[in-house]
């Protein structure tokens, strides 16, 4: 009977350690990605209301927990602030919570809270001090916001994913190029006010969004 056991745990063991690929392990051990649980359901239902979203759920997860550090409670729930003044899961400024008010004065997009019409209140008259420090407006804010910029730029999320972060002048550099690698000195050359992070954010939150669907976070099943 114990060689059964050991033979059993052997095989449970050497399955885990297949699944966990080296450069899977690398990166949760040097990068890190935080636990998304608690915001979970809030995340996966502002995500199905956005076609951008069905099968990238795992990049807004990853946007999330970049923008968060990990989703660290005093980053959520605005006690600590960015040196911006970015707010919340989603790093809200002025200028975003300006451009979610804006998108919203759009049918189209407007159109998408019609089953969910206190949100799409909520959404229009979204700003940083009122609502980007509480998750279930800042989540529903942030699907919206990355939603709108992946159609921007015609489904490239390495240029929509430069934009959230680094505004439309180092996006436009990396949708030209077509790929954030192509357009990383580009990157780099730009004024500190527009670079930002923009040369090493998009891969980053990519890197991060292949460990949530390594972990079964991907794909919406059904749109609301």
């Known amino acids: 009977m114990r060689l059964m056991y050991w033979i059993l745990g052997g095989a449970a063991l050497l399955l885990l350690t297949k699944k966990a690929t080296p450069a899977i392990t690398k990166f949760i051990r040097g990068e890190g990605i935080g636990d998304p649980t608690p915001y979970l359901s809030l995340i996966t239902t502002a995500a199905k209301r956005h076609p951008e979203l ?43 919570g300006d451009e979610v008010r804006r998108i919203m004065t759009m049918p189209a997009w407007r159109s998408r809270y019609d089953n969910a019409p206190a949100v799409g ?76 992070q923009s040369a090493t954010y998009s891969p980053s939150v990519l890197a991060k969004a292949t460990v949530f669907r390594e972990q079964g976070f991907g794909r919406v099943v059904r749109s609301l």
């Not at 069905?54 to 600590?80: C, I, K, M, T, Y």
């Not at 959404?123 to 980007?132: I, N, P």
């Not at 240029?159 to 190029?177: E, F, K, W």
């Open 121 to 196: 209140n909520m959404l229009k008259v979204f700003e940083k001090e009122s609502h980007a420090w509480k998750p279930e407006f800042a989540i529903e804010a942030a699907a919206l916001f990355l939603s709108f910029l992946i159609n921007k730029w015609n489904g490239n999320v390495e240029a929509a994913l430069t934009d959230y972060n680094a505004g439309g002048v180092a996006a436009r550099i990396v949708s030209t190029v077509g790929t954030h690698a192509g357009a990383k000195q580009q990157l780099i050359a730009l004024p500190d006010n527009q670079e930002s």
């Open 54 to 96: 069905a099968n990238r759920v795992n990049v807004l997860l990853g946007l999330l927990d970049q923008e968060s550090d990990h989703f660290a409670p005093d980053v959520v729930n605005g006690r600590r602030r960015s040196p911006t003044g970015a707010l919340g899961i989603g790093q809200f400024t002025k200028i975003a």
